[in-house]
């Protein structure tokens, strides 16, 4: 059975940094798109970024310039460089893996931001 962790959430002041990290365990074939959301309380879940198998990125525009999305294929990993953190960017953050035929999610990581 496959299952995402993600880790690397915590609590930051506005203008730092943190790395988040989402790891699959099992085995899992083609994966075609790398992504993450979040959702902040009371707000629906949405697409912070996403990295596609031929190398395309995707970010929303709230985080374009200050997010990086990265990918290991070989280690079925994706990762979320997060700078100039803003109190805006605080929600749960969730990793999302589409491969063919099966759609993967992580229970998520609480990212707070204070001001």
């Known amino acids: 059975q496959v299952q995402l962790l993600e880790s690397g959430g915590g609590l930051v002041q506005a203008g730092g940094s943190l790395r988040l990290s989402c790891i699959a365990s099992g085995s899992i074939s083609r994966i075609n798109i790398m992504a993450w959301y979040r959702q902040a309380p009371g707000e629906q879940r949405e697409l912070v970024a996403s990295s596609g198998s031929v190398g395309t990125t995707y970010y929303a525009n709230s985080v374009r310039g200050r997010f990086t999305i990265s990918r290991d294929n070989a280690k079925n990993t994706v990762y979320l460089q997060m700078n100039s953190l803003k109190p805006e960017d605080t929600a749960v953050y969730y990793c999302?893996?589409?491969?063919?035929?099966?759609?993967?999610w992580g229970r998520g990581t609480q990212v707070t931001v204070s001001s």
């Open positions: 999302n893996f589409v491969a063919v035929g099966h759609d993967y």
